[in-house]
């Protein structure tokens, strides 16, 4: 069993600034991947980023390229999302998930086993 806990959302303007963070505990181990994703009201769950928990490689969604940071803090045992520059289009709730790491479909919502409850941005213009 692996436990997810995200934190640091909250109500921001355009261009600021906010760091997400993902708490993980449990069962955790090298072959897992977390992985962060944003809902929108009335859209469907969206990927954003991943994370390989061993090797630390990294992959992002082309929407975010550029403004998001995906990292792994070994000491707090948390995968943080920095997000500059805001945009109102960020406003969604961001989840982590995480799997033990299958070879394809790590984009995919659907792939992912274990999640947390969610974290609100919410972006004004």
């Known amino acids: 069993q692996v436990q997810l806990v995200e934190s640091g959302g909250g109500l921001v303007q355009a261009g600021d600034s906010l760091k997400l963070s993902c708490k993980v505990s449990?069962?955790?181990?090298?072959?897992?991947?977390v992985a962060w994703f944003r809902q929108a009201p009335g859209k469907e769950r969206q990927f954003v980023s991943r994370?390989?928990?061993?090797?630390?490689?990294?992959v992002y969604a082309e929407s975010v390229q550029g403004r998001f940071t995906i990292s792994k803090d070994n000491a707090k045992n948390t995968v943080n999302l920095q997000i500059n520059s805001l945009k109102p289009e960020d406003t969604a709730v961001y989840y982590c998930?995480?799997?033990?790491?299958?070879?394809?479909?790590?984009?995919?919502?659907?792939?992912?086993?274990?999640w947390g409850q969610g974290t609100q941005v919410t972006v004004s213009s």
């Open positions: 994370i390989g928990w061993s090797v630390g490689t990294t």
């Open positions: 998930a995480a799997v033990i790491s299958p070879p394809y479909g790590l984009e995919s919502p659907s792939t992912y086993v274990y």
């Open positions: 449990g069962r955790i181990f090298s072959g897992y991947t």
